[in-house]
């Protein structure tokens, strides 16, 4: 561990200086734990279409070192089973598992605002580096860590023992929690979820806090931290803007065959209020999927070039299709559902309002139910029933 000492001290002054770690005890384990360690086999580097795979053995040590403190996101997975020591040259695929930016590692940790006795519980085990940098501070038998994918578990278990944190390291479905080392005084999942599983505030002690991405597309999606109450709710804020891999779950399969097929049959047509290119942007995203939380958006071209946007509902059995004349726009819509109507009423209602930053969201957690609001905003506002 001796050789990446100074790439550590480096990387958690520059974390400091960034304003991101601030606490002491932190900073100790950012500067105690070998990032390299938990990259094993490999990375893989984006080159835009294709992943560039890197392995330790295949890189010189200093580069290798370089690599694994650059402060960036790594990929170290692939359509879910491939690793970089697998490919010998560049490939094509969808990351399915990675170690996070120690960024934003940092500051969802630091977020946890974490004492020396908690008890903690990890959704996501990933490559198992935040699990360590928890584990330095609360003790390997206060971290539980679960991970849905058995190989990647097995990887980062590994790597722990390899630095000398046992912990409980579980593979299952995170979504289920883990009941049996129940209760937590944190829960932090480092995936993100349509919404937060109301089985992760059954087994948090009432004052303690769940941190979790909410959102079902790569963009537009919030950190939510809540802290549960003493009558079973939890209740908190967006506190911005977050992005990780959906929970496997949860993921949504891409919609295969004929887009055109899909939307041969509208039950409407009309000229668009707000341009389908708004929910392009982070905020407009984050309110479009609570106005429509089970949509699919869709970007696309015709063989001449113009722009096409569609949303479907798979759930709902519902599509929107715009249509680009100019800078105008024509929506159809299908199905039982108008989905644009509903994301459009919410647009509409947040430009009115004087587009409030995601900050301004708050939400609270139920048994049935989950709402979403932002105060003083009436239209502004929106209930997710459990079925």
Not at 173 to 180: E, Y
Not at 250 to 273: F, H, I, K, N, W
Request: some cysteine; proline content about 6%; aromatic content about 8%.
């Amino acid at each position: 561990m001796t050789e990446s000492a100074s790439e550590r001290r480096r990387m958690a002054a520059l974390l400091t200086s960034k304003g991101v770690l601030k606490s002491p005890w932190l900073r100790g384990a950012v500067e105690t734990v070998p990032r390299e360690h938990f990259l094993h086999p490999g990375v893989f580097l984006d080159e835009g279409r294709t992943w560039r795979p890197v392995t330790a053995l295949g890189t010189g040590p200093d580069k290798w070192l370089k690599i694994a403190y650059s402060v960036d996101t790594l990929t170290t997975q692939l359509d879910g089973r491939l690793t970089a020591d697998q490919a010998g040259e560049p490939v094509a695929g969808v990351p399915t598992s990675s170690s996070t930016d120690p960024t934003t590692v940092v500051g969802m940790i630091e977020a946890l605002d974490l004492g020396a006795e908690h008890r903690v519980l990890e959704i996501g085990t990933g490559t198992g580096y935040s699990t360590a940098l928890m584990c330095h501070y609360l003790g390997e038998d206060n971290v539980t860590t679960v991970e849905v994918d058995p190989q990647v578990a097995a990887r980062a278990d590994a790597a722990l023992e390899s630095v000398g944190y046992s912990t409980w390291t579980v593979t299952g479905d995170g979504l289920l929690g883990h009941p049996h080392r129940a209760p937590y005084d944190r829960v932090i999942a480092t995936c993100a979820v349509r919404r937060i599983p109301y089985t992760w505030v059954r087994q948090t002690r009432p004052g303690g806090i769940l941190l979790s991405t909410v959102g079902s597309w790569p963009w537009g999606s919030g950190l939510a931290r809540v802290t549960v109450g003493n009558d079973g709710t939890a209740e908190g804020a967006i506190t911005g803007r977050s992005s990780f891999m959906q929970a496997r779950a949860q993921a949504v399969t891409p919609l295969a065959g004929d887009l055109c097929a899909r939307t041969a049959y509208a039950d409407s047509e009309r000229t668009t209020r707000v341009s389908p290119l708004a929910p392009e942007e982070w905020m407009p995203a984050f309110l479009a999927q609570l106005a429509a939380p089970s949509a699919q958006f869709v970007r696309a071209a015709r063989d001449d070039g113009a722009q096409l946007r569609y949303l479907f509902d798979p759930e709902r059995e519902s599509f929107a299709e715009f249509l680009a004349d100019g800078e105008t726009w024509t929506v159809r819509q299908g199905g039982p559902v108008a989905l644009w109507d509903e994301i459009e009423r919410a647009l509409i209602a947040w430009q009115d309002e004087g587009s409030p930053a995601i900050e301004t969201v708050r939400l609270r957690v139920t048994n049935r139910s989950h709402l979403y609001w932002i105060d003083g905003s009436p239209l502004l506002r929106w209930e997710h029933r459990l079925t």
